[in-house]
């Protein structure tokens, strides 16, 4: 079983829709949640991170982590063509330890 | 800055073949990590190093995959030899201990195709 698991899609909405990406874990060490995003043929960017359980919210992104079920989310509100992407939950047990990424789940918004 | 930069983007070689990827992390990080990137495993890490020194090789595949980081600002991933098998992207990342947790910065990747 992967440490990280994530579904691969891909997940084709149309624009204005509202997008949840999700990710389960393993292991309960694990203390630092992102999201990267990946657009194609090009490195991961960081989206957002959280530390611990909790809400985070910046824009029309916001990142919800709930550590009793090892379970994170990623909601994307009014969806643009520009979200198009791979978005990939990464996680860590401290700063600057290994990062360990889910699959990736690719998007699609459609105009 | 200019990121990580990683040369070349664009490999293709025939089976037993070898490889060497570069990396130039950004100046001043102290973290530099290798990963590989194909569509069946995802985003794997191979190795990460720590103020030049490696801290963690248990993704390195197998013998025929080795890394170095002689100084700071460069580091290299080689193949000897290299399979069919090995094709992927190879992602360079770099970070700063006690900045923005989890932040990684990516390069652009190698794409390495083997015949």
């Known amino acids: 079983q992967k440490e990280v698991e994530q579904d691969p899609g891909p997940l084709s909405v149309p624009e204005g829709a509202i997008v949840s990406l999700n990710c389960t874990y393993s292991?309960?060490?694990?203390?630092?949640f992102m999201w990267y995003r990946q657009y194609s043929r090009k490195g991961p960017e960081l989206l957002m991170y959280?530390?611990?359980?909790g809400n985070k919210e910046d824009g029309r992104f916001t990142a919800q982590v709930d550590k009793s079920s090892k379970y994170i989310s990623l909601f994307i509100r009014d969806s643009q063509p520009s979200d198009s992407a791979t978005y990939l939950c990464?996680?860590?047990?401290?700063?600057?330890?290994?990062?360990?990424f889910g699959q990736g789940t690719e998007l699609s918004v459609k105009p | 800055d200019a990121g990580v930069i990683q040369s070349p983007r664009h490999e293709v070689t025939e089976m037993g073949q070898e490889v060497t990827l570069r990396c130039k992390p950004i100046s001043g990080h102290d973290y530099l990590f290798w990963y590989r990137q194909t569509m069946m495993r995802g985003l794997e890490l191979l190795i990460y190093?720590?103020?030049?020194?490696?801290?963690?090789d248990s993704g390195m595949p197998e013998d025929r995959f080795s890394a170095k980081m002689p100084n700071a600002s460069f580091s290299t991933l080689k193949i000897q030899p290299s399979e069919p098998r090995d094709s992927a992207v190879y992602f360079c990342?770099?970070?700063?201990?006690?900045?923005?947790?989890?932040?990684?910065?990516f390069g652009e990747g190698s794409r390495l195709t083997v015949l």
């Open positions: 292991n309960s060490a694990f203390q630092y």
């Open positions: 990342a770099s970070s700063l201990a006690g900045g923005r947790t989890g932040e990684l910065f």
């Open positions: 190093f720590n103020n030049n020194v490696p801290i963690d």
């Open positions: 959280t530390y611990s359980s």
């Open positions: 990464a996680m860590t047990k401290n700063q600057g330890g290994k990062l360990i």
